[in-house]
């Protein structure tokens, strides 16, 4: 990685709820209302941000555990602002705090933590062959 990566650094995302994002299975829809799939994706997305600028060409970040609390539900049109914040950096390991709240009213809909681990491409490819 390159240098320059720390405890603190900070990556912001924002979304608007869609009815893609509702809690659905199979196309079932069970709730109108952002799912906790769709945070988890985003929280991961915010956290993947922090490292992106210190990456090294041959280097990729890979997704290596993920904590959610989904704590209130955020309808249709809701803007959203996913926010995550580097709390541990050592080696290769990154992991952040992160927080999805609603920008009009700063209600906080979910907080987690995203743990990536950042290897070398090929070995990457190596472990995906063995699986």
Same mark, same amino acid.
């Given at each position: ?15 608007e ?22 945070? /988890?994706? %985003? !929280?991961?997305? =915010?956290?993947?941000?922090?490292? $992106? ?6 280097? *990729?970040g890979? &997704?290596?555990?993920?904590? /959610?609390? %989904? !704590?209130?539900? =955020?309808?249709?049109?809701?803007? $959203? ?6 709390? *541990?950096?050592? &080696? ?15 209600? $906080? ?11 070398p ?11």
């Open positions: 990685m390159k240098s320059g990566l720390a405890v603190g650094h900070t990556a912001i995302i924002t979304t709820v869609t009815p893609g994002m509702y809690a659905q299975f199979e196309g079932n829809v069970v709730h109108p209302v952002y799912s906790t799939v769709s945070m /988890v994706y %985003h !929280m991961e997305w =915010a956290s993947r941000k922090v490292i $992106l600028p210190y990456l090294e060409d041959h280097e *990729e890979m &997704g290596a555990k993920v904590n /959610v609390e %989904h !704590m209130a539900p =955020a309808k249709t049109g809701s803007l $959203l602002e996913i926010r995550a914040n580097v709390i *541990e950096y050592e &080696g290769n390991v990154i992991v952040t705090t992160v927080t999805v709240r609603e920008r009009e009213n700063n209600r $906080l809909i979910g907080k987690g933590e995203v743990k990536q681990v950042v290897l491409k090929e070995k990457i490819n190596e472990r995906i062959k063995e699986s």
